[in-house]
């Protein structure tokens, strides 16, 4: 089945999820105070400006601008990502220019620590994603998910009706469209009309298509939520609790994906940049 097909049956499956929820249709209650959203501080770690949010006050600011009628883009980095800037200037703009940059990983909180500004909290993407479902249970606001291999959206959508009650998903699609496929993909999105798109192609991509592509999208906020599309369909497990409490979430995951080792040499490398500027600059 290509891609389209796919992406045309999952939205008419979807349909039944949507309905339920259309029933439920109340206006939001949970109005943030715009205090939040204008005068959040940011938090400069390596040239990435990192907003120095709670949890309350990122899911907060993301309901106002589901209320409002601009798009705006959200992302989750962690430091493996502020590497990752530090080579690539223009991943670097890109994530400068979103409306909210929360900081997912303990990683950013100890480098913020020892560059002498602290940030409030880890926000991390999975957890931001779960309590924008908590606030929007029974509500209006729709969401769309795009990302992972083909059916793992459609699995974390049942999922989330399942575990959350009546969230509006208003469709969903696989992250493994070509170029000629995307004019599709954006159709279909934007003819779901969602309020909250998230999209889970990886870091870096996600946060570049996000970019590259808000001008056409029909949706309020769009968050690049990495892997979180795996977690929430069960094709991947989050590191028990007392793992990402200690901060060892990169552990859990190189033991799970040693593929990533490579990867991860980001994070001593962090480190090191973070002692240098630190105590050398
Ligand atoms: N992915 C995708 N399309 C792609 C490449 C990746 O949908 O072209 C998905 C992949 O299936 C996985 C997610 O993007 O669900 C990447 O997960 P990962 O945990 O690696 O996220 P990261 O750590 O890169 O943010």
């Not at 170029?179 to 954006?186: R, Y």
């Amino acid at each position: 089945m290509g891609a389209l097909a796919f992406a045309a049956c999952e939205n008419s499956s979807i349909v039944i999820i949507y309905n339920e929820a259309q029933a439920g249709r109340k206006q939001l209650q949970h109005m943030p105070s715009r205090r939040n959203i204008l005068f959040m501080d940011r938090v400069n770690i390596h040239g990435v400006k990192i907003h120095n949010t709670t949890m309350q006050e990122a899911v907060e600011t993301v309901l106002h601008w589901v209320a409002g009628d601009t798009i705006h883009a959200v992302y989750t980095p962690n430091s493996e990502i502020i590497m990752q800037a530090q080579r690539n200037p223009e991943l670097k703009n890109v994530l400068n220019e979103a409306g909210l940059l929360v900081p997912d990983g303990a990683g950013l909180i100890l480098g913020a620590r020892v560059l002498k500004t602290p940030l409030k909290e880890k926000v991390s993407g999975i957890d931001l994603v779960k309590n924008l479902f908590l606030a929007s249970r029974g509500k209006n606001t729709g969401f769309y998910i795009l990302g992972g291999q083909p059916g793992v959206a459609e699995m974390a959508a049942v999922n989330i009706v399942s575990k959350y009650g009546k969230i509006n998903i208003k469709g969903y699609a696989h992250g493994y469209f070509t170029a000629e496929e995307e004019s599709s993909v954006i159709e279909n999105i934007n003819k779901a009309k969602p309020d909250i798109l998230l999209v889970g192609l990886g870091a870096p991509r996600q946060e570049f298509w996000i970019h590259q592509n808000m001008y056409r999208l029909n949706c309020k906020v769009c968050i690049g939520v990495g892997g979180s599309i795996d977690i929430l369909a069960g094709t991947a497990i989050l590191a028990p609790e007392f793992m990402r409490k200690a901060g060892l979430e990169w552990l859990f995951r190189l033991i799970r994906e040693p593929k990533r080792y490579k990867r991860m040499l980001d994070l001593p490398r962090f480190v090191f940049l973070t002692y240098k500027t630190r105590f050398f600059k």
